[in-house]
């Protein structure tokens, strides 16, 4: 059985581990879990000798309260999945332990903030700044020596590597590719939220990122490469186009792109209200 603690119980367990001859791999989660996240956990498995997941819906980074409101809780049914996946610990901190009142302190994101612009940044205004919060917090309780990340949150993934650099936390980020359903839709707790011919229409989302893709696969050059997804998107019955943009996989700019090589085709959309969003590399 899954065993589910506050920090402060975790502390104790943690104290078992030395620093130096301790492995743990910890995947940070809000929840909702599906086998994009279960995925995470599988490598961590492989790679770690301990395993530690968190559940924290964290309110920092949600810059619309309605969709903070409206995220898919279901802590049950996901200690179920994670007691067949084998994991050790389930972190499932209080909003206190991890934002105590006295503590008004963020993380300074000023030398990478160009990763944190654009895209999601420039569409989820204080977004990154929650998650190098809350992300930073939680690598302080937990100590792990491996970070399990998605590149499903690829500016994440970016941002996050810049901030454990910065930060000087010791451990090792790994960018783990995105888990999808066979219509090609990425696998999201937001996914939930949709019904079974939404699902079908959001996975229009994936058809044009590959579209794009392979036009610039073909040389045919970024704008066309975007006009070409786009169209896709825009063909499709109920789905709403917030941004679809190639960007440069290191920097995140969208203006210095660089060779093809180094591109990612970024989208959010709507589908019944629902809020989505995926990329995929152009070579992977
Ligand atoms: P979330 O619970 O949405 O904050 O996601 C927790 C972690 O799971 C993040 O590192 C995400 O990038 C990752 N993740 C979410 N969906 C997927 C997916 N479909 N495939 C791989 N990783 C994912």
Same mark, same amino acid.
């Given at each position: 059985?899954?065993?589910?603690?506050?920090?402060?119980?975790?502390?104790?367990?943690?104290?078992?581990?030395?620093?130096?001859?301790?492995?743990?791999?910890?995947?940070? %989660?809000?929840?909702?879990?599906?086998?994009?996240?279960?995925?995470?956990?599988?490598?961590?498995?492989?790679?770690?000798?301990?395993?530690?997941?968190?559940? /924290?819906?964290?309110?920092?980074?949600?810059?619309?309260?309605?969709?903070?409101?409206?995220? =898919?809780?279901?802590?049950? &049914?996901?200690?179920?999945?994670?007691?067949? &996946?084998?994991?050790?610990?389930?972190?499932?901190?209080?909003?206190?332990?991890?934002?105590?009142?006295?503590?008004?302190?963020?993380?300074?994101?000023?030398?990478?903030?160009?990763?944190?612009?654009?895209?999601?940044?420039?569409?989820?205004?204080?977004? /990154?700044?929650?998650?190098?919060?809350?992300?930073?917090?939680?690598?302080?309780?937990?100590? =792990?020596?491996?970070?399990?990340?998605?590149?499903?949150?690829?500016?994440?993934?970016?941002?996050?590597?810049?901030?454990?650099?910065?930060?000087?936390?010791?451990?090792?980020?790994?960018?783990?590719?995105?888990?999808?359903?066979?219509?090609?839709?990425?696998?999201?707790?937001?996914?939930?939220?949709?019904?079974?011919?939404?699902?079908?229409?959001?996975?229009?989302?994936?058809?044009?990122?590959?579209?794009?893709?392979?036009?610039?696969?073909?040389? &045919?050059?970024?704008?066309?490469?975007?006009?070409?997804?786009?169209?896709?998107?825009?063909?499709?019955?109920?789905? %709403?186009?917030?941004?679809?943009?190639?960007?440069?996989?290191? %920097?995140?700019?969208?203006?210095?792109?660089?060779?093809?090589?180094?591109?990612?085709? /970024?989208?959010?959309?709507?589908?019944?209200?629902?809020?989505?969003?995926?990329?995929?590399?152009? /070579?992977?």
């Amino acid at each position: 059985m899954v065993k589910s603690i506050n920090s402060r119980d975790y502390n104790k367990w943690r104290s078992q581990f030395p620093q130096e001859n301790s492995s743990i791999g910890f995947v940070p %989660t809000m929840g909702a879990l599906h086998q994009g996240h279960l995925y995470l956990v599988q490598q961590a498995k492989r790679q770690c000798s301990q395993v530690v997941i968190s559940i /924290f819906v964290n309110p920092r980074q949600f810059n619309d309260k309605n969709d903070l409101e409206n995220y =898919p809780v279901q802590l049950e &049914e996901d200690f179920a999945l994670l007691s067949k &996946e084998g994991v050790d610990i389930v972190l499932v901190p209080s909003i206190q332990e991890i934002y105590p009142p006295n503590d008004t302190t963020s993380i300074d994101m000023t030398s990478y903030a160009h990763l944190a612009q654009g895209l999601e940044g420039d569409h989820r205004p204080g977004h /990154f700044q929650g998650v190098v919060d809350v992300v930073s917090r939680l690598l302080t309780i937990v100590k =792990p020596q491996k970070l399990y990340l998605g590149k499903k949150d690829y500016q994440q993934l970016n941002v996050l590597k810049a901030m454990v650099k910065k930060e000087k936390f010791a451990l090792d980020v790994i960018g783990v590719p995105t888990q999808r359903a066979s219509s090609g839709l990425a696998l999201s707790s937001r996914n939930a939220l949709l019904s079974e011919e939404g699902r079908v229409r959001a996975s229009n989302i994936y058809e044009a990122l590959q579209c794009a893709k392979a036009s610039a696969l073909h040389g &045919e050059g970024l704008d066309m490469a975007c006009a070409k997804g786009k169209a896709v998107l825009q063909a499709a019955e109920g789905v %709403t186009e917030e941004y679809f943009l190639i960007a440069n996989r290191h %920097t995140m700019s969208i203006n210095e792109v660089g060779n093809p090589e180094e591109w990612v085709v /970024f989208c959010a959309a709507h589908v019944e209200g629902v809020r989505l969003i995926d990329n995929v590399e152009v /070579f992977d």
